[in-house]
């Protein structure tokens, strides 16, 4: 993994310690909250609904087991014992006190953690495939060129005050794991016909209010442009990205004015400007910082898999299910990537506690090399687990509560804070994906309905991607009440594709409703059981599904006098 | 003490009576703010004293008070922020927030963490 320099850590210092000065001019009222407010969102700290969140940067994912301890230190110092892992890799504590910021980023910086560019109109930390590195079908890892362009955007002077935000994500396999057309630029690496591998670049992704794929803009790029061409990218956009209009302000809105062509002219001609200017990249940069990404010690020869083979034969059915859905397949014979479940009933999707980040950091140093990953899908990775210890690690994740065979279920959920922590959100996130949980708590049933991705957002900013889930959720206001909107067909890999609304809003109960009858509905018609719903979906269309969710079912009751439905009452509530 | 509210409920816990509320049948708005130091949403008594307490706000009945009030909220720098004029009904036992975003705001932290043990 890449490791910060002495200038780098000086600088998390220094960074520490201005803001420290910015908080005690606030507390005395020497700033205003206008003055102040630019200067905290650049240190990643939000005002909530209840309190501030400050949001760390993990860029791309990547985690090592000092770090997870770090995180538990202070979450348990500064915060209430939890940490929350983001659909963009990052995590988030959610009830700081404005005045201990400054101390809990000091802490923070002995082990190159900060939450520099985590908020603000900036390009934010930049996010990959959870399984890069290790992934079987990927051409080369995205990794060193996700560090390039940390390195190249952090602090970069030109980009700091964007017309918006701008969200980076580079993949390096077939399979799309990071969402990249939901991105500002997405960058996959691919080989030319010559077998060169270079960048395909996408441009103008984004969700929020007005959702768009984003377009091809480059076929290929060399991977020695990566710099200069995203740097035409980023000042075409700064030059003439909308700012009269917040919502109008993302690069998708210049995209689509100008439309692709006329954009992509604009961006080549200002990357021959560029280039001139010394930001190719020269095959031993490279080479520099692929090195830091080399593989770890892998067992040699490889140990086989006998055991794990034996275990799924056994009558241990906990556990086949367990490794068939978490167990990943590694690029190395005899490894596996295993997905740690951060959904269950008990906890928002990708909380966890202290203590199980202090536990993660021991399983990842004695299963994993000493590293874990963040997932988009708010779960952790131990990327290098033998196959051969699979049995074992599944005990010690049971015994933490985070061996929930949900990779790629109905049960990993996506979800936004929604309106239990966040100030934009119209409805409950969290409330919603615990009633979901409960009533697919069966693992049989989850089992039988394979692979589907369930999105909810609280609110159209779409921060809970919904767009793009093969089951998508909107949060709504109606009227001062709850409402929520039900979505199908959405999808990121391996077609991008946003979902339909299905029909009018339900309440929360309604919502959970409806989604056990299109399950049941889609059981009914599949012809098999490899036949997805996504597949289905596809091949019948959305009336079917509208037919059972909203034939005989009443309209949503007059909520107006009554709060929204209990947030899981009668549920279990995880320890501590 | 605050008491919370069971936002679940469809008759919600009663809150203690506001005896301003009482003299003033029809409040329309209330002045809440985020506190500086921790972002708690807190509520403007009639005596102009912060509280987290929905319960102890004090009705501002027209628009000569709404915009006083919130005039001199934002002066107080440092102390709080973000100051807005929120819209409440009467009910017999005190205010209700209008939204739900307001309602759950109302509740405090332990509107989450109670739910889940961990964060409490």
Known sequence: MF?????????????????????????????????????????????????YMLRLALPYGQLRSEQLRALASVSRRYDRGYAHITTRQNVQLNWIRLEEVPDLLEELAAVHLHAIQTSGNCVRSVTTDALAGVAPDELEDPRPYCELLRQWSTLHPEFAFLPRKFKIAVIGASEDRAAIAAHDIGLRLREREDGEIGFEVWVGGGQGRNPVLAKRLREWLPKAELLSYTEAILRVYNLHGRRDNKHKARIKVLVGALGLERFKARVEQEWERVRAGGLSLREEDLEAMRRHFAPPAYASPPIDSRELRAARLSKDRGFARWADANALPHRMPGYRAVVVALKSPARPPGDLTADQLDAIADLADEYSFGEARTTHRQNLVLPDVESWRLPELFARLEALELASPSHARITDIISCPGLDYCNLASARSIALAEAIQTRFAEPERVEALGELHLNISGCVNACGHHHVGTLGILGIDKQGTEGYQLMLGGSIDPEPRLGKVLGRALDLEGLVDAIDRVMAHYLQVRRSPKERFIDVYLRVGPEPFKEVVYADHPPPRDRDRQLPAPIGRGAPTAGG | MYTMLDPMSADPAPAAP????????????????????????????????????????????????????????????????????MKVRAQSD???????????????????????????
């Open chain 2, 94 to 120: 005190g205010l209700e927030p209008i939204s739900a975003r307001e309602r759950i705001r109302a509740l405090g932290p332990g509107w989450i963490r109670q739910r889940f043990g961990y964060q409490v």
């Open chain 1, 3 to 51: 490791r910060y320099e002495p200038r780098d850590e000086q600088l998390l210092r220094e960074r520490a310690s201005q803001f420290r000065d910015q908080i005690q001019r606030r507390l005395s009222g020497e700033l205003t909250e206008a003055a102040f407010k630019p200067l905290r969102l650049q240190n990643g700290l939000y005002m909530q609904l209840h309190a």
């Open chain 2, 18 to 85: 506001n005896p301003a509320s009482a003299r003033t049948p029809a409040p329309s708005a209330i002045l809440t703010a985020s506190r500086v130091a921790d972002g708690r949403a807190v509520y403007l008594r009639l005596d102009r004293v912060w509280s987290e307490a929905l319960r102890d706000a004090g009705p501002l009945p027209d628009e000569a008070s709404q915009q006083g009030a919130l005039e001199w909220a934002r002066g107080l720098e440092g102390e709080i922020c973000d100051p807005y004029l």
